[in-house]
């Protein structure tokens, strides 16, 4: 039988009633068509699965009665950070969705030098929101109980000028990269991959990242698009360096 996984942005713990969001709400009533009694797990992202039961299923709330607290362990050993290129519509839901099934602790959407898609500080906030939403959703499929970290979009230039020194592996996928993933042995801190929109990353770009002592990453002969490239990197590297 399926297991019915519910995000919730709230505390949990057994022996509380948890009235669900209401679009968590919405779903167990007019898509699954649940009914109380029937078993469910919560989880806020703090690495635990909360089991419980409908208590209540009506038109305008629904409750869950928590039972009990299970630590999830399917984090993968290997901490990944994803520095995307924003990409145009829905690529980049797709991107984050599989970016967090693969294991990722964290993703940087970018603006890069070749990025079509421009966005301002509302339009920012309100896809940023949308991500973490398709974060959501993705760890209720894959069973992950801990959400990895999204920000809003960040200039290239901006973002490496703050990244900490903590010794994580800098790479960037390049089709003239000569770094290859079997070659590589990741430190403890992990790997940061940096992916190119659609156009790809810029001269400016390289130089900058290059600067910041990122190395080229290639993929093998075929020049992938970039929602294909980041995630055939992210397999490949948890394939040969994480749970995989």
């Known amino acids: 039988m399926r297991t019915i996984r519910i995000h919730v942005e709230q505390s949990l713990a057994p022996g ?10 919405e779903h167990v009533v007019r898509v699954l068509r649940l009914a109380a009694g029937e078993p469910v797990v919560l989880f806020n992202g703090d690495g635990h699965d909360y089991g419980g039961r409908l208590a209540e299923v009506g038109k305008r709330q629904v409750t869950v009665v928590v039972e009990g607290r299970e630590p999830v362990s399917c984090e993968s050993p290997l901490p990944l950070v994803l520095a995307q290129g924003v990409a145009r519509g829905e690529k980049m839901d797709l991107i984050v969705q599989k970016a967090t099934e693969l294991g990722v602790a964290a993703i940087v959407p970018l603006v890069t030098e070749r990025s079509e898609v421009k966005l301002d500080g509302e339009r920012a906030a309100k896809r940023l929101a949308h991500w973490q939403a398709v974060i959501a959703s993705a760890c209720e499929q894959c069973g992950r109980a801990v959400l990895p970290r999204i920000v809003a979009p960040l200039p290239l230039t901006a973002w490496l000028g703050g990244l900490p020194d903590d010794g994580a592996l800098r790479l960037a996928l390049l089709p003239e990269g000569h770094g290859r993933g ?56 948890q394939a040969l360096h994480g749970d995989l």
Request: glycine share 14%.
């Open 16 to 25: 509380t009633a948890v009235i669900l969001p209401a679009q968590a709400a």
């Open 182 to 237: 079997r070659d590589l042995v990741p430190p403890a801190a992990g790997a940061i991959l940096v992916v190119g929109p659609e156009g790809g990353l810029g001269e400016r770009d390289v130089a900058s990242l290059t600067a910041r002592g990122f190395r080229g990453l290639q993929l093998g002969p075929r020049i992938l698009r970039t929602e294909t490239a980041g995630l055939a990197a992210l397999a490949a590297l």
